[in-house]
């Protein structure tokens, strides 16, 4: 009966382990935490414009 479960147990051991190894081997986006950029930046690089609000109403409709 031991026997039967034992590919099981090869193959929950064999995920566990790729599963850490990933976490140590792929790259980490700290370059991307580093790097400070602004709304106008973020937004000219995907191709859009920040515009400003318009601007409060002195007298707001009921």
Known sequence: MIMRNVP???IILAS???GAAGL???????AD???TVT?????ADAGAVVLPTDPRL???PK
């Open 24 to 30: 140590f081997l792929l790259p980490a986006k700290e």
């Open 8 to 10: 099981v147990l090869i």
């Open 39 to 43: 709304t106008e930046q973020a937004a």
């Open 58 to 60: 002195r007298i707001e």
């Open 16 to 18: 566990i382990a790729l």
């Open 33 to 35: 935490a580093r790097r």
